[in-house]
Nanobody, 128 residues
Framework: QVQLVESGGGFVGIGGRVRLSCVAS????????LAWFRQAPGKEREFVAS????????FYADSLKGRFTTSTWNEKYTMYLQMNSLRPDDTAVYYCAASSHYHCTGYGCRDVDDYEHWGQGTQVTVGS
């Protein structure tokens, strides 16, 4: 059974930083493509970044490249999302997702429909 548990959200000041964590079940972490998505109020869920253990490739949404980075702690089956220089429009629920589709490990799938497994999400609110 695939499990994804996010944590680390909260209120952050404008220009601040926060690191989100996603703890995955062992199988998902070592075999699937993992990704971060976010959904702002009234908007569709959008791709943020992805990574996979089999290929070690990382992909980012073009608009977030340079401010957001992913990293992992493999022994803890944990993927992180470091978010810097936060702006009010980064306010959203951030989700961790996993895809069993092998091509996603090498090509960084960005479509919500490519991911079968989702965490419960963690709220990040950026304000003054």
């Amino acid at each position: 059974q695939v499990q994804l548990v996010e944590s680390g959200g909260g209120f952050v000041g404008i220009g601040g930083r926060v690191r989100l964590s996603c703890v995955a079940s062992e199988g998902a972490f070592s075999e699937f493509a993992l990704a971060w998505f976010r959904q702002a109020p009234g908007k569709e869920r959008e791709f943020v970044a992805s990574w996979s253990y089999p290929t070690a490739k990382k992909f980012y949404a073009d608009s977030l490249k340079g401010r957001f980075t992913t990293s992992t702690w493999n022994e803890k089956y944990t993927m992180y999302l470091q978010m810097n220089s936060l702006r009010p429009d980064d306010t959203a629920v951030y989700y961790c997702a996993a895809s069993s589709h092998y091509h996603c490990t090498g090509y960084g799938c960005r479509d919500v429909d490519d991911y079968e497994h989702w965490g419960q999400g963690t709220q990040v609110t950026v304000g003054s």
